[in-house]
């Protein structure tokens, strides 16, 4: 079992920053691929970046590419999520998955754990 923590949510301005963490614990996070998929208030819930476990490949929706970055830090059993330029549209709840593979995946039910969520609101 993986149990996930996110944290760094918050309220900003449009064109503001935030970086989210996923802390990881229950089991070391090097042979999982990580991801964040974030859901709006009446909204699917959908990806955002992923990044594997293999050889670090990264992967992210077109909404928020060249803005968001996602990074890990396997000797802290950490992913972050730096989220730059940000829009209204990026409001959500962010959520940080773990799925026990070396391949990214865009799907949320390819993902086995699943941490609580952390809001983000951006305000224009």
């Known amino acids: 079992q993986v149990q996930l923590v996110e944290s760094g949510g918050g309220l900003v301005q449009a064109g503001g920053s935030l970086r989210l963490s996923c802390v990881a614990s229950?089991?070391?996070?090097?042979?999982?691929?990580m991801g964040w998929f974030r859901q709006a208030p009446g909204k699917e819930r959908e990806f955002v970046a992923a990044?594997?476990?293999?050889?670090?490949?990264?992967y992210y929706a077109d909404s928020v590419k060249g803005r968001f970055t996602i990074s890990r830090d396997n000797a802290k059993n950490t992913v972050y999520l730096q989220m730059n330029s940000l829009k209204p549209e990026d409001t959500a709840v962010y959520y940080c998955?773990?799925?026990?593979?070396?391949?990214?995946?865009?799907?949320?039910?390819?993902?086995?754990?699943w941490g609580q969520g952390t809001q983000v609101t951006v305000s224009s």
């Open positions: 990044v594997s476990w293999r050889d670090g490949t990264t």
């Open positions: 998955a773990a799925r026990r593979s070396w391949a990214t995946s865009t799907l949320h039910y390819a993902y086995d754990y």
């Open positions: 229950g089991r070391p996070i090097g042979s999982y691929t």
